[in-house]
C-alpha cells in the first residue's frame, strides 16, 4: 500500500476519513473502472463534436496536389480557392515568408 493511502488510513481527519472509506471499499477498482469508462465516453464525445465542428484548411502553390487533396480533403471532397499573390497587397516579407513556411514540409 502506498504510505499517502496508509496515512489517510491512519488519520483522524474527517474529511481523510471519507476519502478512506472511499479508496478502501471493496466497490474501490470498479468505481475507479466506472470513472475510467466515463472519462473515455467524455472524451470521444469531445472528439466527434469538433470534428463535427472544427474545419481545416491548407495552403499549396498547387491546387492539384494530389496529396494534399486525399490528406485534407475527405478524400478529393471539398474546394479550392485559388489566389495570385501578384494581384494582392502583400508585402514582399510576408510572401517569402509564407513561402519559406510552407516549402519546409
Do not use: H
Request: proline fraction near 3%; aromatic fraction near 14%; charge should be negative.
Amino acid at each position: 500500500m502506498k504510505p499517502e493511502f496508509e496515512k489517510i488510513k491512519q488519520s483522524d481527519s474527517p474529511l481523510d476519513k471519507e476519502v478512506a472509506k472511499f479508496i478502501f471499499s471493496p466497490n474501490f477498482k470498479e468505481l475507479m473502472d466506472k470513472l475510467k469508462e466515463s472519462k473515455k465516453k467524455k472524451l470521444d464525445d469531445l472528439k466527434i463534436a469538433l470534428k463535427e465542428s472544427c474545419l481545416i484548411t491548407c495552403f499549396s502553390e498547387r491546387f492539384s496536389d494530389q496529396k494534399m487533396w486525399s490528406g485534407y480533403a475527405e478524400n478529393f471532397k471539398g474546394f479550392c480557392l485559388e489566389y495570385n499573390f501578384e494581384n494582392l497587397l502583400i508585402d514582399e516579407i510576408f510572401e517569402e515568408t509564407l513561402s519559406e513556411m510552407y516549402n519546409k514540409n
